[in-house]
């Protein structure tokens, strides 16, 4: 896994706990694409992890 990946799924990781422990002080406008663009990154995120995992051995 390179660098670039490892840091793309720690701020995917970071982005969502910060929705969810931020919840309460955001706009419910902006609480709601937030939380879907969240989704999708940490969704994309957990794809590199499975794709790294299956491409490892070659």
Known sequence: ???VNAI???SAFVLGGLVILKR???APHLRRWM???SIVLIA???FLIVYS???MGT
């Open 24 to 26: 309460d002080s955001m």
């Open 44 to 46: 994309f995120a957990f």
């Open 35 to 37: 939380a879907i663009v």
């Open 53 to 55: 995992f299956f491409t």
């Open 8 to 10: 793309f799924i720690i």
């Open 1 to 3: 896994m390179g660098s």
